[in-house]
């Protein structure tokens, strides 16, 4: 098989790139994040789950973020260095990097499944499952059978952005959204057809990331700009060193995600203890519900901006390899006016119709006490989503150009210093309200710093208006 160059990445418009690349990636992310929206919506509408598997949804839903922490590490390292490592005419390097890839993937797969199959009640009850008997009853269903498909959601995870890198965007969000189908299919039928259940939301889901799975497989062994070979799938210590380090903001950008979900899920229990109205035994499911469902939503246009700024990321790192620090600076600057216009556009639509969004989650078959939680959610949680997109956008940003420890430094500050310090710091002095406003303070305190990082970068790269005079390997 004849090797394809990519070297129509340092030659093509960089709006036109942006549109090739993005687009597909954006795609592939919002059919991943909609594998578990799409559960949440099915089991909200069934009667004989409702709020009860909603929040035993919300219960497991950080731990499948786990499982997608270690497969974007993998995976978002490999294509960055792969990418650079092709623009920089280094083949070998490349391949033996994807083909230690794969073996990491399944690899970790496996041994996450033991641990959640091991410690499941100790986990659950971490992040909030003892709400009640009828949520922990749900929430134990559900992880059993999630837990089961761990292997094949990482591997599918791991292996989409190692396909964009090959030049193939369109088959990787073509590979997701197979998966996402046969899930949005089979959830309707298992749940109210066979009446699964917990299950039956789970076994859905885990049929469609086997699909994913098996066509990544399928396209290995196609692949364009690098041909794998046998030896290639051996566990090279020397490059997993160099590309894990490039994948390690996006790990920390989704495993501090979950610490913030464990600090909130367990101050929304604790203070919602204390509220007269959802003290009571009946309604003490609900703000865990609703958390759950605005965290949704607010996943669906983090995974619009991720997406975004993921997808450039084959581009920025090849013109990188090649030199070409003016391109990169280019596609900077176009990528943060659209990741603040993805802001404000669902900024609108929480400020403007949180109602209608609750509804999509069962609300008619909830008390009133329901809706008037979710739309001040809503309204509060997710009212800095513009500067949210933006940071977004800069964390990755920084990963592909190599500067993997800024990245992480401004992701951790994000996550754990804010996200975790304000979930636990502000319910002390607002209540359950305090956890809604920990969301947009965190946000706003990390934009100061994304926005001193960003112009210093900015110029960093604008310093030679044509091919950069600094190797790439200062990169790496």
């Not at 889901?205 to 699909?211: F, M, S």
């Not at 800024?406 to 710091?425: D, I, K, N």
């Amino acid at each position: 098989m004849q090797e394809r160059s990519n070297s129509y990445l340092i030659t093509e418009p960089i709006g036109r790139l942006m549109r090739r690349y993005a687009i597909p990636c954006i795609i592939s992310l919002l059919v991943a994040a909609l594998y578990n929206i799409v559960d949440q919506i099915f089991i909200a509408n069934a009667s004989y789950l409702g709020s009860y598997g909603n929040a035993a949804n919300t219960v497991v839903f950080p731990l499948t973020v786990v499982a997608l922490a270690l497969a974007v590490m993998i995976g978002d390292g490999c294509c960055a260095f792969v990418s650079i490592s092709l623009g920089s005419g280094q083949t070998q390097r490349a391949r033996n990097s994807i083909g230690s890839a794969v073996l990491l993937s399944i690899l970790l797969g496996v041994i996450l499944t033991v641990c959640y199959l091991l410690f499941s009640q100790q986990i659950l009850t971490l992040f909030g499952g003892q709400v009640n008997p009828e949520t922990y009853a749900c929430a134990r269903e559900y992880f059993f059978w999630i837990t089961l498909g761990i292997p094949f959601y990482m591997f599918g995870q791991a292996m989409n952005p190692i396909i964009r890198s090959d030049g193939s965007p369109r088959f990787a969000m073509a590979s997701t959204l197979a998966g996402a189908v046969v899930n949005l299919i089979l959830d309707p039928v298992f749940i109210f057809g066979f009446r699964w259940g917990m299950m039956g939301a789970a076994l859905a889901t885990i049929l469609g990331q086997i699909l994913t799975a098996l066509l990544s497989v399928w396209y290995l062994r196609h692949m364009k700009s690098v041909r794998l070979e046998g030896s290639c799938f051996r566990f090279h210590g020397s490059l997993v060193k160099r590309y894990i380090p490039l994948g390690i903001c996006s790990f920390l950008s989704q495993i501090s995600l979950v610490a913030a979900m464990a600090a909130m899920q367990n101050m929304t229990l604790k203070y919602g203890g204390l509220d007269p109205i959802f003290s009571q035994s009946q309604y003490a499911q609900i703000p865990l519900a609703v958390l759950g469902i605005v965290m949704k939503f607010f996943q669906i246009v983090i995974s619009v901006a991720v997406g975004m700024a993921a997808g450039c990321i084959p581009i920025i790192g090849y013109n990188l390899g090649a030199e070409r620090r003016d391109r990169a600076a280019g596609l900077l600057t176009r990528l943060l006016a659209a990741e603040a216009a993805v802001g404000f556009a669902a900024l609108l639509v929480v400020e403007l119709f949180p109602q209608p969004l609750t509804g999509l989650f069962g609300a008619a078959n909830e008390s009133p006490y329901y809706t008037q939680f979710a739309v001040r959610c809503f309204r509060v949680y997710l009212c800095m989503m513009v500067l949210a997109t933006v940071n977004k956008a800069a964390f990755i940003y920084l990963q592909a150009l190599g500067k993997s420890f800024l990245s992480t430094a401004l992701s951790m500050v994000r996550e754990v210093v804010f996200g975790v310090g304000f979930s636990l710091l502000l319910p002390r002095f607002f209540g359950l309200d305090g956890v809604l406003y920990s969301m947009p303070v965190s946000d706003l305190l990390t934009f100061l710093f994304s926005a001193v990082v960003l112009a210093r970068t900015y110029r960093s790269l604008r310093r030679t208006p044509g091919p950069s005079a600094v190797p790439h390997e200062n990169f790496i």
